[in-house]
């Protein structure tokens, strides 16, 4: 499978715990994207990673988001101490110059509890 | 404003309707334009690229009109699976600057 892969594809955690969720871009895309959509409304965005270089942060990402790209392939994003706020779809998406649309991965779905 | 507008919806048409989606953004400078097809549940895809000249494939026809900042996607012949959210996409400023979407509009084609 050629396409973006993200892991898992469900978490259910109890407010207060750490979870982190893992994003395989496609292989020749050295832009790595990260969202966040809740019910009703478009995706949001977070971030966004130029090879390993995080290049931008939403106001969206608190302090208790951070994401990395370590080599510049796969990015994890990590949420500390959730909160029910925290529940929503979180996708990865990945581009090689972003001018020609994203390819978005099926999701993690959070739910917090 | 709101960067990208769209009509909620639901829009709820027969099949072999021809239905119209519009949508305004709110940046001059942005360069980028798609609409991206959300099923329920599922990850955003994308449809089409938006160009300034108008651009169609099959029974969809996307139109960008950058005076007015609008955007629109035109459905012919609609399909029992044409039935999903339909997302506009721009990117936030002039550059390579990371893509704004809007909260989509919905279709639902009936029998």
């Known amino acids: 499978d050629t396409g973006v892969s993200q892991d898992p594809r469900h978490k259910i955690t109890k407010r207060g715990q750490n979870v982190t969720f893992r994003c395989d871009p496609i292989s020749e895309h050295n832009r790595l994207y990260w969202y966040r959509q809740t019910l009703g409304q478009g995706p949001e965005f977070l971030t966004y990673?130029?090879?390993?270089?995080?290049?931008?942060k939403s106001r969206l990402l608190s302090d208790r988001f951070s994401a990395e790209r370590p080599k510049g392939s796969f990015s994890t994003l990590e949420i500390q101490r959730t909160e029910q706020g925290d529940s929503a779809m979180y996708l990865c998406a990945s581009s090689q110059t972003g001018r020609y649309g994203y390819t978005f991965g099926s999701g993690t779905r959070l739910t917090v509890v | 404003r709101k960067e990208v507008e769209q009509d909620p919806g639901p829009f709820n048409v027969p099949e072999g309707a021809t239905v119209a989606f519009n949508c305004t953004y709110s940046n001059s400078a942005s360069q980028s334009f798609f609409w991206y097809r959300q099923d329920c549940r599922k990850e955003p895809k994308l449809l089409m690229s938006v160009y300034s000249s108008g651009n169609e494939d099959g029974r969809f026809t996307a139109q960008l009109n950058r005076a007015s900042q609008y955007i629109s996607l035109l459905i012919r012949d609609s399909k029992l699976s044409d039935s999903a959210t339909y997302l506009c996409v721009v990117n936030r400023d002039s550059g390579n600057t990371p893509l704004v979407f809007g909260k989509g509009t919905r279709l639902s084609v009936i029998a």
């Open positions: 990673f130029q090879n390993e270089a995080q290049l931008e």
